[in-house]
């Protein structure tokens, strides 16, 4: 009986404690809180506003190093929505504070600022168009400048010189990010007029979703122009429509390739049952750059492609950390794939960047006067469920000839200058896409 009560007396004392390290842990917490040296803010007053941004300074390009050897190629990954916080929460979720994941391999890195010519805050439209043209533009155009001037845009350019290129995407291929590497509209939601242009260009390649934009509403698609692209696109193209004929494609036939494995964007929750037809996004750039290969042995300088893991923003639109760890776990297979080919062939330059980040993610301590412990909580906060992109900076990892230029403070246009410094384009040898 003794020794029961000793042993409990014991337990009490530790279990006090315990307790009392906790209560005196968090009343120093909060008196801290309590006494910082400036009022706390109220709910209302969380949230500040200044009218406009002071617009005091033009923009300044970089300046550039030569790099000391040219690329041959270049991948180009964009993951739309994406920055430090979501690599983070990837990072921290799947292995850890002290894990490391693919773009934590790069030996270069900096940060991106990515308003556009009329926003503090861009869409993906006008960004990627500065990544493609090396111009800012106006939210939602796609390669036109603010006064709507058509931009040449990197594809056509290094088409000119010898290049080929393929564009890859999760989304439907006739979105924001796809689009304005080939497109010239005012309006990312012009769908008709960005599929009809993708289908008269020399990209080489189209791999993504969005069956339904290239067919007309009266044959179940969203074309308001009556006119069946689809059945066009397989006059002119090889038209590819699951995984596996993907897989089965000899990459020696002739031809420039579409490949719309959905009907709207790829891993569609709408269409489970179609999932089992529709690649990865490391599927999609392998099969690119091995299709890369066909045309460079028959006379192609070398190959641009751009590959955007596009679901990592919706997940930030609608609040979802689940979504979001599916959408960069894709993401971040591809950039691991592409880091890889990129060791083994030293003429690729590998770039991974964002158009902006989506939904305000925080990584925040569970208990807000405790940061010990393992315990963490996501949050977004730009909106309940409908969230919004914001104005903060972006990251870039860069591997490969010409990577030494990604470091540092970047604009958004500079990406294109630099992708361009990387390559050889002083010939205008003309297309090799007969």
Partial sequence: MKTKLIIGGVAILVVGAAIGAWATYSFAQNLIMENLPIGTASLDEKDSYIKAAPDLNPLQPKQLKVPSSKAKNVILLIGDGMSISQISAYRLINGGPNSRISVDKFPYSGIVLTHSENGIVTDSASSATAYSTGFKTNNTYLGLDANKNTLENLTETLDRSGYISSLLATSEITHATPAAFVAHVDLRWKTDEISSQMVNSNI????????????????????????NLLQEVSDSHVLLKT???????????????????????????ETPDNHVFEPSLTDMLEFSVNRSDYFIDNGCAGFFIMAEGSQVDWAGHVNSLDYLNNEMQDFDSAVDWALN????????????????????????????????GDK??????????????TGVPVPVYAYGPGAENFTGTLDNTDIYRA????LETDSNSGSCIN
């Fill in 419 to 422: 992708i361009l410094a990387s």
């Fill in 341 to 372: 080919y990129a060791i083994e062939n030293s003429d690729t330059l590998v770039v991974v960047t964002a158009d902006h980040e989506t939904g305000g993610l925080l990584i925040e301590p569970a208990n807000p006067v405790d940061y010990s």
């Fill in 204 to 227: 080489v390649t189209f791999l993504g979703g969005g069956r339904h934009f290239f067919l007309p509403e009266e044959m179940g698609g969203k074309r308001e122009d009556g006119r």
């Fill in 243 to 269: 995984k596996e004929e993907m897989t089965n494609f000899d990459l020696n036939l002739p031809g420039r390739v579409f490949g719309l494995f959905a009907d709207e964007h790829i891993r569609n929750i």
């Fill in 376 to 389: 963490v909580k996501f949050s977004f906060n730009t909106a309940v469920g409908r969230g919004t992109h």
